[in-house]
């Protein structure tokens, strides 16, 4: 052990991270010292030079905010855009800088609320007062205003520490972008200048002018011509965002939106409000599990570079005989598992492995690790403990980096972790999280899930929904085989192997009737679960063979029964394909689309060059023989012959083979993604909205997949698990003709210690 000299890590005590926790931190400018006042003139000068002429109004007294909000009313419609000091919740609850503004019966306008001078750090004059904020909002809001946002989700939780409420979104622009088109950049700035100005704006180019220096530095009169526009940019892609989202116009009914519209307004419009709560309410960190926790991997990983380094040594003599060659390469020893060109050179130059990933012929990424840990060919060479030793210094560097370490300072503020949730964060249209990416806690270490508290007095309630994408396969199927088993109440995996084997059901169960494990059936059962998430997920019968250690015929012919067992499925998903290929998209039962254009693509695209195309004749001899080569290849290597043979005459050839196929395996996962994104949304819909739930102090606070966690008072536990999983059905089952089920567990921190309920309908942990 004392070979290697490894620095450890530090432990932070519990008291030193609460104090950590009270600390205030103003944001600092990283610019050098003296050239913050001539960076601010040299915008000043930029910004007048270009928008000089560009009127708009700076609200700058209370009375003529008032006075704009007055009109407002009359205008009926209004678009909104917050200026804060920064995106981390605490710069978004107490940084708001100001406030841009559109009504269509004015101008656009810009109230400055919190911004200071650079010499004094003191607030300037003549803005507008956070409680005169409010009173405007009061009146618009009492006057029937309909507000419009882009990225609502931000701007009402900035203005919440303000009213003291979320304010009612009409529209955002942001989700009605990505619902009609989710593969592109949706920043409203690039949204304005392609669909409004057609490509002619310009204004937008003026955001990196201020990069690095917070808006409250900016002067108001300077920072208003800027972001005034804002709001006006938000109101305008929403009118031409409008007839595309309305049901009844030709624009809604030529594009066959109607399912799309009802997304927008009766599931990602509402969501929005649902999501700022989380993001408000935050989640309790426990300090004390966090330094556990910290002891335990920071012990876990020192002992895996041990590990790393003992691995290595094994072939020290070469390395250190490779340096003395190559004395300008960049290989050290010990080698730094942490640098992709030492591994590079130690995998390849010094082991000698041979290209271990095709597409990557020297790569060290995380999938050329998998491959070497996983391919018994790699298993009696150093490479395979060398590999596997990676792996786990890695998994131990990133369970510390991103959650164990992180989640502590991002608890800073008031000792709770205030994620951010995107409701259609993943192109399928699922949910995704950051800051931190929930959806990434490594497998394999659920105890770090524990930091997560639902806070004195109170626990967590887990509704975890069983086999929801399986379930929504056969109702997209309309698969009555498959869909009985749900409705008898069968483990499903079970029931498709019984059918898939033509045996009897209890034959292919996990354990047998005594409890001893049932070897056959848990092998069966395996392996029907394999072809159907493998078949979801766009996986061919080979891979799905490779998974489950069978060979090509074998997973052939089982995936032939399986089909033959569940006929409805099979046409559902050739059906898929069919209209992937004739539309370039794809549809969930409720209408969220996911565009894949790239099965619309030819199989081959040929580029004759310019004296080729000039002589007709010769053009299409050309595009006849190599469309003809290229068709009768058996497989990549042949296309690759081709297409080298084609170059050394001038002309590209474009296989797109690759792409099609890639659209093909997503094609029918993404209905599937789809279509759970959408039932849990409702889910969480039925719960915020619950009003006994909520006089029941009931509290979202995770999305994670298929699971929600709640929290709530210890003393209603029951009577709000029995209210929850009632609403999560309803929510998750609406179409369907099976109801959803789901796994209800209350913990004292997400996935800790879990209760059960006695007689009494009172909590007791399991094992008392």
């Not at 104090?19 to 001539?38: C, D, F, M, R, V």
């Not at 969930?588 to 693509?601: H, Q, S």
Request: with cysteine; glycine share 6%.
């Amino acid at each position: 052990m004392a070979l290697f000299n490894i620095p450890k890590r530090q432990v932070m005590s519990t008291q030193a991270i609460l104090k950590k926790t009270q600390e205030i931190q103003q944001p600092k400018i990283k610019l050098k010292s003296g050239t913050l006042i001539n960076k601010l003139a040299s915008i000043e000068a930029q910004v007048q030079e270009a928008l000089g002429d560009y009127h708009c109004i700076l609200l700058d007294s209370d009375e003529k905010w008032i006075e704009y909000c007055k009109k407002a009313v009359e205008g009926e419609y209004v678009a909104l855009d917050t200026e804060s000091t920064g995106l981390n919740f605490r710069d978004q609850v107490e940084g708001l800088v100001g406030v841009c503004i559109y009504s269509p019966n004015q101008i656009e306008a810009y109230a400055p609320i919190g911004h200071i001078s650079n010499i004094t750090e003191q607030l300037l004059p003549h803005q507008v007062s956070k409680e005169a904020i409010k009173l405007g909002f009061d009146i618009m809001i009492k006057g029937g205003c309909k507000f419009i946002f882009h990225n609502a989700y931000y701007d009402i939780v900035v203005l919440r520490a303000v009213l003291g409420y979320f304010v009612k979104v009409y529209w955002d622009t942001l989700p009605a972008s990505v619902l009609l088109n989710e593969n592109e950049p949706h920043g409203l700035k690039y949204l304005y200048d392609k669909y409004v100005m057609e490509g002619s704006a310009g204004i937008h180019k003026f955001a990196e002018l201020f990069d690095g220096i917070p808006f409250c530095n900016i002067k108001p009169s300077v920072g208003s011509k800027y972001a005034a526009h804002d709001s006006r940019m938000c109101y305008d892609l929403y009118i031409f965002q409008k007839p595309y989202l309305t049901k009844g116009t030709s624009e809604c009914d030529e594009c066959h939106l109607e399912k799309v519209v009802d997304l927008l307004h009766n599931i990602e419009i509402p969501i929005i409000t649902v999501f700022a709560d989380m993001r408000w309410r935050g989640i309790w960190l426990d300090f004390n599990k966090a330094q556990e926790l910290h002891i335990k991997y920071a012990k876990l990983h020192d002992d895996a570079v041990v590990v790393f380094n003992e691995a290595v040594d094994i072939v020290k003599d070469k390395i250190l005989e490779y340096i003395r060659v190559n004395p300008n390469s960049l290989l050290e020893y010990p080698v730094n598992y942490n640098s992709p060109v030492q591994l590079q050179i130690l995998f390849y130059d010094i082991l000698h492995s041979g290209v271990i990933f095709e597409k990557e012929p020297r790569g060290t990424g995380k999938h050329v690790i998998n491959e070497i840990v996983n391919n018994p060919k790699y298993r009696d060479k150093p490479i395979y403990n060398i590999a596997k030793a990676v792996f786990n210094v890695k998994a131990y560097d990133k369970v510390l980096g991103s959650f164990v370490d992180k989640l502590p300072e991002m608890a800073r503020y008031d000792g709770k972790v205030h994620c951010n949730f995107h409701s259609l964060g993943a192109r399928t249209g699922r949910i995704s999280s950051s800051d931190p990416n929930n959806q990434q806690l490594p497998s394999g270490f659920y105890d770090v899930r524990n930091m997560y508290s639902p806070g004195k007095g109170r626990v967590m309630i887990s509704l975890d929904a069983k086999k929801q994408e399986v379930l929504i396969a056969a109702e997209t199927a309309k698969d009555e085989n498959m869909l009985d088993s749900f409705r008898k109440n069968l483990d499903v995996y079970s029931y498709l192997a019984s059918q898939i084997y033509d045996v009897e059901y209890k034959d292919c169960l996990e354990f047998n009737e005594d409890g001893t494990t049932n070897k056959d059936g848990k092998t069966r059962r395996k392996h029907a679960k394999a072809i159907l998430l493998g078949l979801m997920y766009g996986k061919g019968v080979r891979a799905v063979g490779e998974d489950v250690n069978i060979s090509f015929e074998k997973a052939q012919e089982l995936v032939d029964k399986f089909f033959t067992s569940f006929p409805a499925l099979k046409k559902a998903i050739d059906q898929t394909y069919a209209d992937l290929h004739t539309k370039g998209y794809v549809e969930t039962m409720d209408g969220y689309r996911r565009r894949l254009p790239d099965a619309l693509l030819p199989k081959y695209e040929v580029k004759l060059p310019a004296y080729l195309k000039e002589d007709l004749k010769a053009s299409k001899y050309y595009e006849n023989l190599y469309f003809t080569k290229l068709n009768n290849c058996r497989g990549r290597k042949e296309e690759d012959c081709v297409v080298a043979e084609a170059k050394k005459k001038g002309i590209i050839i474009y296989c797109n083979g690759g792409k099609i196929a890639k659209a093909e395996r997503e094609c029918w996962n993404a209905r599937i993604q789809g279509q759970g994104s959408i039932c849990n949304k409702r889910m969480m819909l039925n719960i915020y909205n619950n009003e006994r739930l909520r006089e029941l102090g009931t509290e979202i606070v995770l999305t994670i997949h298929d699971e929600l966690v709640i929290t709530c008072p210890i003393e209603n536990a029951y009577e709000v698990c029995q209210i929850a999983e009632q609403c999560c059905i309803d929510g998750s089952s609406v179409g369907f003709s099976v109801p959803a089920a789901f796994d209800v567990a209350v913990f004292d921190s997400w996935n800790g210690n879990e209760y059960r309920f006695d007689e009494y309908h009172n909590l007791v942990k399991l094992g008392e």
